[in-house]
C-alpha cells in the first residue's frame, strides 16, 4: 500500500540504520579505550568481577610497596652490620698486639688509641644505620613488620639485631680499653665471642632480607597474572573490532540510501494523478 501519510519501508530502514549506529558507536567506543567491557552497562556481572581483581591489583601494589620499604631497612641493618664485624676484627688485631707481655707501654698506649677510636666507629655506625627513620640495629624497635596480602590480614616480620657496643650480641663494653697486656687478652675473648654473636645476627638478618625478596617477587608474579586476568574479561579484539568497523561502515552506507530510496516512495504516488 501507498500512503503519504504512512511510509512503513522508511520506518523500517530507519530502524536498520539507527541500529547500525548504536553498533557503530559501540564498536568505535571499544575501539578508543581498548574495552570490551568499560563500564557497567556493557556487562554488569563481567564489570563487577574485573572492578574486585582492579583492587587486588591496587592491594598489591601497596604490598610491593611495603615489602621494599622493609627490605631496605634490613639491608641498611646488614651493611652496618657487615662494616662492624670488620671494625672487630681490626680491633681483635690491635687488641691482640697489646696482649703481647713483651710490648713497651708506649706502643701499647698507641694501640688502645686506635683501638678507641674503631670503638667509637662503632657506635656511630649504629647510630646512624637507619632508613625512613627506622633503626633495627639500635635497640629502639623490637621488629618490623611487611604487608604480606592485598588485603593486609597477613603480615612478614622481621626481628631486631640490637648490635649497639655492650649489648647482647656485641658484648665489648662502649667504654672498653687496655692498658696491660692483661686487659688487651681479655678483650680479645669478648671480641670473638662478639663476632660469633654478630655472625649469627648477620645471618638472621639475611634470611630475612632474603624472605622479603622471595615474597616480594612472588607479589609481582600474582599481580602480573591478575592483571593478566582482568585483561582475559575486558580487553577488546582490535583485529576483530577493526573487521567489525568496516562492516558496520558499509552498513551505515547502505542504509542511509535504502532510507533516501523508501523516502522516495511517496512521491510515486503523483504520477497516479497526472
Known amino acids: 500500500m501507498l500512503s503519504v501519510n504512512t511510509n512503513a519501508a522508511a520506518m523500517v530502514a530507519l530502524q536498520n540504520l539507527n541500529k547500525t549506529n548504536m553498533d557503530l558507536a559501540e564498536t568505535q567506543s571499544r575501539i578508543n579505550t581498548g574495552?570490551?567491557?568499560s563500564g557497567a552497562k556493557d556487562d554488569g556481572g563481567i564489570f563487577a568481577i574485573a572492578q574486585?581483581?582492579?583492587s587486588q591489583v591496587a592491594g598489591f601494589g601497596v604490598v610491593k610497596q611495603s615489602l621494599d620499604l622493609s627490605t631496605s631497612m634490613v639491608d641498611v641493618g646488614i651493611a652496618a652490620g657487615e662494616a662492624i664485624s670488620d671494625l672487630l676484627i681490626e680491633m681483635k688485631e690491635k687488641a691482640l698486639a697489646a696482649a703481647d707481655a713483651s710490648l713497651d707501654t708506649q706502643s701499647r698506649t698507641a694501640l688502645n688509641e686506635d683501638f678507641k677510636s674503631l670503638r667509637d666507629q662503632i657506635t656511630t655506625i649504629v647510630s646512624n644505620a637507619e632508613f625512613n627513620g627506622t633503626n633495627i640495629i639500635n635497640n629502639s624497635v623490637t621488629s618490623i613488620s611487611a604487608l604480606a596480602n592485598a588485603d593486609g590480614t597477613n603480615s612478614i616480620r622481621i626481628s631486631d639485631e640490637n648490635l649497639s657496643l655492650g649489648g647482647g650480641v656485641?658484648?665489648?663494653a662502649a667504654t672498653a680499653s687496655f692498658a696491660t697486656a692483661g686487659?688487651?687478652?681479655?678483650?680479645?675473648t669478648t671480641?670473638?665471642?662478639s663476632l660469633d654473636n654478630l655472625n649469627?645476627?648477620?645471618a638472621r638478618l639475611g634470611t630475612?632480607?632474603?624472605?622479603?625478596?622471595?615474597?616480594?617477587?612472588?607479589v609481582t608474579k600474582l599481580s602480573d597474572a591478575v592483571e593478566q586476568?582482568?585483561?582475559?574479561?575486558?580487553?577488546?579484539?582490535?583485529?576483530k573490532e577493526s573487521a567489525r568497523l568496516q562492516s558496520l561502515q558499509t552498513k551505515q552506507q547502505l542504509g542511509v540510501q535504502a532510507l533516501s530510496i523508501a523516502n522516495q516512495a511517496p512521491s510515486t504516488i503523483l504520477s497516479f494523478f497526472q
Open 229 to 239: 586476568g582482568i585483561g582475559a574479561l575486558v580487553d577488546a579484539d582490535l583485529a
Open 52 to 54: 574486585r581483581m582492579r
Open 35 to 37: 574495552l570490551n567491557v
Open 170 to 172: 656485641v658484648t665489648l
Open 191 to 193: 671480641i670473638e665471642t
Open 208 to 218: 630475612g632480607s632474603k624472605s622479603l625478596e622471595v615474597h616480594n617477587n612472588f
Open 183 to 188: 686487659d688487651a687478652s681479655t678483650i680479645v
Open 200 to 202: 649469627q645476627s648477620l
